[in-house]
């Protein structure tokens, strides 16, 4: 498939777990994709190297999200990784995949975790996209990365949700800004999904099976699920599709 050739990606926290198959999905349809990393450079290189091996195109790039100044460090590192790999200039899709958990309730979140995972899930993607407007391309694509969470209640991880939550209502209030541009803006949203982040928890049998059983499918998700319904809102054929959440859930507590 090539439906993504010619356009350049990024991907947020492309390393590992979701973000790693969007950027495999992303460079299987032809996209020069960017696997934008926190700290671990070597999952980062990784991705780049499964990438080509399977013929796709690809470079890591590093930057500390949640901090001072992360959006502007970041796409320092995209243009020049991107200009190191003769990839031009400008941008055709952003992903804003990178975030953390938070968990705790509403009694035992403290003003420090509630201020990291705001930093890092609401505020960085905030800045992201204020920063890369001017490289992003008319007719390009943002997409979100947003949770389940938003439309079920989760009591024990309720300042993640609340994150999550912002980024909803960014998606839908940029939609409406960037169609005059031909942008279309999206979140897509996960529930369970079988990554590393979760092997603990799944690893408890009743727990997995509570979890499998939430969904119309009675299994847990699966990266690629989630990977492929991005690579569906990064193409063409949802060029009439904007301000919307896709729920990636499985059809998780309908």
Known sequence: MS????????????????????ALRLASEGALVGVHYGSNEAAAEQTVAEIEAAGGAAFALGAELGVPGDAAALWAAFDDALAA????SGLDILVNNAGIAAPGSIEEVTEAEYDRVFAVN???????????L???????RIINVSSGVTRIAFPAIVAYSASKGAIDVLTRTLAQQLGARGVTVNAVAPG??????????????????????SSAFNRIGAVADVADAVAFLASDDARWVTG???????????
Not at 122 to 132: D, E, N, R, S, Y
Not at 244 to 254: I, S, Y
């Open 122 to 132: 609401a505020k960085a993607p905030f800045f992201l996209i204020q920063q890369g």
């Open 244 to 254: 919307q959440v896709l729920d990636a859930t499985g059809g998780a507590h309908l």
């Open 85 to 88: 790999h003769g990839g031009g």
């Open 134 to 140: 001017p490289r992003l391309r008319d007719g390009g």
């Open 3 to 22: 439906r993504l050739a010619g356009k350049t990606a990024l991907v947020t926290g492309g390393s590992r777990g979701i973000g790693k198959g969007i």
């Open 192 to 213: 369970m999904v079988e990554t590393d982040i979760n092997t603990e928890m799944l690893a408890d049998e009743a727990a997995r099976a509570q979890f499998a059983a």
